[in-house]
Structures are given as structure tokens and as C-alpha cells.
T-cell receptor, first 113, second 113 residues
Framework: SQTIHQWPATLVQPVGSPLSLECTVE??????LYWYRQAAGRGLQLLFY??????ISSEVPQNLSASRPQDRQFILSSKKLLLSDSGFYLC????????????FGPGTRLTVT | GENVEQHPSTLSVQEGDSAVIKCTYS??????FPWYKQELGKRPQLIID?????GEKKDQRIAVTLNKTAKHFSLHITETQPEDSAVYFC????????????FGTGTRLQVTL
């Protein structure tokens, strides 16, 4: 069966510091991968998605970036964090083709101070 | 792009009663409609989904209906229990390899004893 991991689980970072969040998927090959952000008490905002290695599509212009260096690894980065970057960051995966189900990782709770 | 509206934002029902959450979408190309349940501090969990070639789908106490003509779909929970208390999100996705989901803003369901 497939498993999705995210780390770290929680993170407190000062404004202006860099960020690197990692997501890995086990038990499947060539998945679609997604990064979402959820502000406190709010809905899910799609930030980036990837259909393959090195293929990244951005949904919302901001100071975040994403990379997919390996088939089942998805990284979310920032060079300088803003207060508004605080939130719950969720990675998700799906199979390709007609199976649209997306499954979420456990998430990283980021607080920018 | 797709826009999904969800109502109500909060819903309180007594244990044993039914709960209904409604969503509308804007993109006629959308053909996949999942529902997620998110408990406090946890990841969203897929609870049921429906595709455009089906008008209704049921799984035990949970059912989803879809009206493609009117572009709306609904989640029905019967015989509600305290453990049904959570935030529920609807989403919509058009056909495509990326399976991008656009989420509604969520409904906080409270089941009281």
C-alpha cells in the first residue's frame, strides 16, 4: 500500500529565514504530487503540483518554490519567510489517469515569528 | 479557473439527525467531486467521491448527490454521531493528468448529544 511522509511535523522559524519542507511517497511510481497550504481555520489552497520529475506548476505567485528531484520526492522551499507564510502545509499524491483520488500527508505546521 | 462555493459554513445537529452540506461549482469541465473530512489538527481524509457519470453514491451513512445541469453536489450524513463532528470540504476537478482540485471553504459540523 502507499504511504506519504512529511517532515518536519512542526516548525517555528523567524521572519527572513529560509524554509525547506520535504514530502516522500512510498509504494507507487510516477505519482502526481501537490503542495497545499491551509491558514488557521481556513480552506486548502493549492500552491504547486507536479506530474513528473523536474515538472513543477505554480498556482499562486508568492515567495515559495517547489522542486521534484526524484520521482517520489517533493520539496517546498523559501529563501526568506514572511509572517503570512504561517500555516499548515500539506503534501498530497494521486495516481495518474482516471484515478483522481488525492491522499494527504500528515502535514507540517509552520509558525513564522 | 474553477470556483467552488460551499454552504453552510457551520452546521449544528443533534445526534441521530441528518446533516446536509451543499456545494456549487463553476467549470462545466469538472467531472470529479470528492469530499474530505478534517478533524482538528489532522490531515484531510477522503470519505466519499463521485464522478460525473453517476448521479448518486452511497457508503453506509454517507451519500453524495450530483446535479451536473445545475452544477451542484451535496453531502448527506444520516444518523449523525459525535464522531462525525469535524470540518468537511468539498472539491471539484476537471479531466486532466494533473487532477487539480479546487476546494470549497469548508463546513464545520458539530453533532451535539
Amino acid at each position: 500500500s502507499q504511504t506519504i511522509h512529511q517532515w518536519p511535523a512542526t516548525l517555528v522559524q523567524p521572519v527572513g529565514s529560509p524554509l525547506s519542507l520535504e514530502c516522500t511517497v512510498e509504494g507507487t511510481s510516477n505519482p502526481n504530487l501537490y503542495w497545499y497550504r491551509q491558514a488557521a481555520g481556513r480552506g486548502l489552497q493549492l500552491l504547486f503540483y507536479s506530474v513528473g520529475i523536474g515538472q513543477i506548476s505554480s498556482e499562486v505567485p508568492q515567495n515559495l518554490s517547489a522542486s521534484r528531484p526524484q520521482d517520489r520526492q517533493f520539496i517546498l522551499s523559501s529563501k526568506k519567510l514572511l509572517l503570512s507564510d504561517s500555516g499548515f502545509y500539506l503534501c498530497a499524491w494521486s495516481l495518474k489517469g482516471l484515478a483522481y483520488e488525492q491522499y494527504f500527508g500528515p502535514g507540517t505546521r509552520l509558525t513564522v515569528t | 479557473g474553477e470556483n467552488v462555493e460551499q454552504h453552510p459554513s457551520t452546521l449544528s445537529v443533534q445526534e441521530g439527525d441528518s446533516a446536509v452540506i451543499k456545494c456549487t461549482y463553476s467549470d462545466s469541465a469538472s467531472n470529479y467531486f470528492p469530499w474530505y473530512k478534517q478533524e482538528l489538527g489532522k490531515r484531510p481524509q477522503l470519505i466519499i467521491d463521485i464522478r460525473s457519470n453517476v448521479g448518486e453514491k452511497k457508503d453506509q451513512r454517507i451519500a453524495v448527490t450530483l446535479n451536473k445541469t445545475a452544477k451542484h453536489f451535496s453531502l448527506h450524513i444520516t444518523e449523525t454521531q459525535p464522531e462525525d463532528s469535524a470540518v468537511y470540504f468539498c472539491a471539484a476537478s476537471p479531466t486532466g493528468t494533473a487532477s487539480k482540485l479546487t476546494f470549497g471553504t469548508g463546513t464545520r459540523l458539530q453533532v451535539t448529544l
